[in-house]
Each structure stands twice: as structure tokens, then as C-alpha cells.
């Protein structure tokens, strides 16, 4: 805290007045304060008073970049010509489709819109014709064969990112998990083999969810659920994680979430009785109950059973007033740490 206190004066607020008097202090150290001046010279690890290897003053430079942009003096690098001009555009495709390659994804199943055409995912916005198509280039960070034809190349991304699975990855700012996703998408075109008795238990997991929604859609007309519809999907994901954490050896695992979608993992992943859920619909209350919540705020806690054993899972409770729930959930993983 003392620290910080001798420091507060450097918060961000106070930025653009430090950096005018570090500007000062570089044309001339003793136009600024002494407190300062002593500051500085430390910036440049060099003795109060020392004059040497010091830092240059930036207004110059960019005064003399904006003079020299005014008569003409820059000049672009000369172009990449020849094959190498087109290496670089084969790579600049590739990044095209794994950015805009979800915007043409063939997601309608009902074919009731046109898909988009989107210019940066023609070769000819490159400059790359049909007299390229048989030319090997390489395929840079593409998860394949290093080399390949360009129409290899463009047939692997089309059927990878332009199929009937849509994907959007590439905002995320960790290239260690943007890679993680190519590593397991390209590979297989994004069609990953599973087998006929997973493909079952998917197609179960999604019915469930989906009826669940169907059915108090159906049966309570207008009362506020957070419906998980559009996104049934979450159901078999979670599954999937679950199973895999409890072969992994997880024992025990807590979960937080929102509202949207919080009564079908309820009762689809957490396991919760729907005669319990559909009371509580019903205005039915246990009578042990001296206070409660709504139903979408609710938490909730059971056993369930993995490959490596019983795990237990808890869903933290989020009642509205509670503005994120990441912090509860690792403070009561802490506890539960500790504990152990």
C-alpha cells in the first residue's frame, strides 16, 4: 500500500502531463522540477546530472515523419512479384476463410436465403486464376499437407469452414486456443467421425432438451423461463465435458451459469425431477420452505456417474441482483480445495 501510495501520482489519468514534461526533460533537464528530474534519471539508469545515451524526444520525429509524408519522401517497399507474390496471397486466402468463411456457411437447412457472396474468398481477388489452380503452394498454418494445388487448398477450406457447421473462432486473442480449434477442425473438414451408438446418445441428449422446452412452452403459456431454444446444443457439450472430466479423474465440479438455459440443465444435466421443476411452475412450494427464489435463480447439487466414477456437481444459485458469477464459483471451488 505505501507503495502504491508513492506511486498514485502515475495512474492513467495523469498521462499526457508526465509525458509533456518527460518531453521537457529530454530538450532540457533543468526546465523540469527537481523531484522530477531525479525521476527521469532513473527512467534512463543514469546518474542525476548525466547527459549520456539518453532517450530521444518523440515530437521531433513525429513532426519530421509528417513532413516527409507531405513531400512525397516515404515510399512504399516495391511489390512481391512473380511466384512468391502468389505464395503470399494463398496464405492471405487461407486467413480469409478462417475469418469470413462462417458468413457463407451452408447453415439453412430450409434454403430459404441466398448466401452472401463475399469477394475476399475468390481467388480472383487475388489475382490467382484458373492457370494457378494445379500449382503446389504451401499451405502455411493450415492443418494438412505442407504442400498442396491451390484447388486442394480451396476445396480443404470450403469444406472446412463453408459446410453445414458454421465456425467462429478467430477474435479470440489466444493463438494457443485459436489453434487448438484448427488443430481439430482442418484435419477433418470439420466432419468429425463419431460412432454410430455416439451419434444415438447426441441425438437423445438434444431430445431431451428440445422436448423439455416444447413442453413448458406448451404447458405454461407466458411465464418467464429463460428458454434454452436455439441452443440445445449446450445439453450434449455438457455431457460431454462432464464425461470426459470424470475420466480424466475429476471427483468434483461446480458450475455457474446464467439464466438462459438454467431449467434444462436442471433437469437434463443435473438431473433434477421434473415433477419438482413443474411445481414450482405451478406455484407448489415444500412447506419446510420458510423463503425461496425463482426457479431460474435456483442452484442445485447431485451425483452423477462417468467413466472414472461418481462425480459431484453443483450449480451455483445466480439470483439476479448478482451482476457475474464467475467469482462465486472459485471462491466455493477454493473452499472445496481446501477441504480436500
Request: charged share 25%.
Amino acid at each position: 500500500m505505501k507503495e502504491f501510495l508513492s506511486n498514485s501520482y502515475l495512474f492513467g489519468a495523469n498521462a499526457p502531463f508526465i509525458e509533456e514534461l518527460y518531453e521537457a526533460y529530454l530538450e532540457d533537464p533543468q526546465s523540469v522540477p527537481e523531484q522530477w528530474r531525479e525521476y527521469f534519471d532513473k527512467l534512463q539508469h543514469l546518474p542525476a546530472g548525466g547527459n549520456g545515451g539518453r532517450d530521444v524526444a518523440h515530437t521531433p520525429i513525429v513532426e519530421a515523419f509528417a513532413q516527409r509524408a507531405r513531400t512525397g519522401a516515404a515510399r512504399p517497399a516495391p511489390a512481391v512479384a512473380g511466384f512468391d507474390r502468389k505464395q503470399v496471397s494463398v496464405l492471405q486466402l487461407i486467413a480469409e476463410y478462417r475469418f469470413r468463411g462462417v458468413l457463407i456457411a451452408d447453415i439453412d437447412p430450409l434454403k430459404r436465403h441466398e448466401r452472401p457472396r463475399i469477394a475476399e474468398l475468390e481467388p480472383a481477388y487475388y489475382d490467382l486464376t484458373d492457370a494457378d489452380m494445379d500449382t503446389q503452394f504451401n499451405t502455411g498454418s493450415f492443418v494438412g499437407p505442407e504442400q498442396a494445388s491451390l484447388r486442394e487448398i480451396i476445396k480443404a477450406l470450403h469444406e472446412t469452414y463453408c459446410g453445414t457447421l458454421g465456425v467462429e473462432y478467430m477474435y479470440l486473442s489466444s493463438r494457443v486456443e485459436k489453434r487448438w480449434i484448427q488443430e481439430r477442425l482442418e484435419p477433418v473438414r470439420s466432419r468429425p467421425s463419431y460412432s454410430p451408438d455416439y451419434k444415438r446418445h447426441i441425438l437423445e441428449r438434444l431430445t431431451a432438451a428440445e422436448g423439455l422446452e416444447r413442453f413448458l412452452h406448451t404447458r405454461y403459456v407466458g411465464q418467464k423461463r429463460f428458454s434454452l431454444e436455439g441452443g440445445e446444443t449446450m445439453i450434449p457439450v455438457l455431457d460431454n465435458l462432464l464425461q470426459r472430466a470424470g475420466e480424466a479423474g475429476v471427483q468434483e465440479l461446480v458450475l455457474g451459469m446464467a439464466h438462459r438455459g438454467r431449467l434444462n440443465v436442471l433437469v437434463n444435466t443435473l438431473g433434477k425431477i421434473p415433477k419438482d421443476l413443474f411445481s414450482e411452475f405451478e406455484g407448489k412450494h415444500d412447506d419446510a420452505l420458510l423463503a425461496g427464489d425463482v426457479k431460474y435463480h435456483q442452484g442445485f447439487s447431485s451425483d452423477i456417474s462417468t467413466p472414472g466414477g461418481p462425480m459431484h456437481l453443483t450449480l451455483a444459485f445466480n439470483p439476479s441482483h448478482l451482476e457475474i458469477v464467475n467469482p462465486v464459483v472459485e471462491g466455493s471451488v477454493r473452499a472445496r480445495q481446501h477441504r480436500r
